[in-house]
């Protein structure tokens, strides 16, 4: 077992997906930073990098499994992209109707598509590189999503909604459209 994280003023405040390597995750902190670490068998996890997303608490981090993008939801802050590669914000995901208090974020296997909750109770599937809504998975219809999985191979969709709503939905995720050739 490994402490992670154990620095002066870093409280860890999420967690990402350990990526299928076995090699990578993310954690977000009470700070605003998003951090990434590597792991190497019969080692401590290692932070590699970090970036700034906010100046309050990063409440849910997902990584692609590809270890090239991550996305991170701050306190009532919009979610970022982020390129992991060069540390920096690509853009802001504009989320409208999204919790201000997301907890659950997760790429696809793709690697480009974010799956993330409505406040209406639905799930959204997002090409993170355009923008684009490709599905919205309706269930919960009163109730928020408190929490979300998805299968290891991007088809399925299982969620709990919040405040007291004793339903777990389940989903097939459909797959984003094709686009027509010029």
């Known amino acids: ?14 967690m990402s997906n350990i990526t299928s390597s076995g090699k990578a995750f993310a954690t977000g902190t009470f700070q605003g930073q998003a951090q990434f670490w590597t792991m190497e068998p019969g080692k401590a996890p290692v ?3 970090q970036i700034k997303v906010s100046s309050l608490p990063v409440l849910a981090v997902a990584l692609s499994d ?10 009532q802050n919009p979610c970022c992209l982020i390129d992991c590669e060069t540390r920096s914000v690509l853009r802001q995901l504009d989320f409208e109707d999204t919790s201000k208090f997301q907890r659950s974020l997760a790429f696809l296997p793709d690697n480009k598509t974010l799956v993330y ?4 109770g639905s799930l959204l599937v997002e090409d993170v590189a355009t923008g684009t809504r490709h599905s919205q998975l309706v269930g919960h ?5 408190d929490s979300f999985a998805i299968t290891p191979d991007g088809t399925k969709a299982m ?3 919040g405040n007291g709503n ?3 939905l ?3 995720i459909p797959k984003p459209p094709t686009p027509l050739a010029p």
Request: proline fraction near 4%; avoid cysteine; charge should be positive.
């Open 1 to 14: 077992i490994w402490l992670v994280g154990r620095e002066p003023g870093q409280i860890l405040s999420s």
């Open 47 to 49: 932070r590699s990098k």
């Open 66 to 75: 590809d270890e090239k993008f991550a996305a991170a939801q701050s306190f």
């Open 117 to 120: 909750p409505h406040t209406k």
């Open 141 to 145: 219809t009163e109730r928020s999503i």
């Open 159 to 161: 969620a709990s909604g």
């Open 166 to 168: 004793k339903q777990i």
């Open 170 to 172: 389940l989903w097939e």
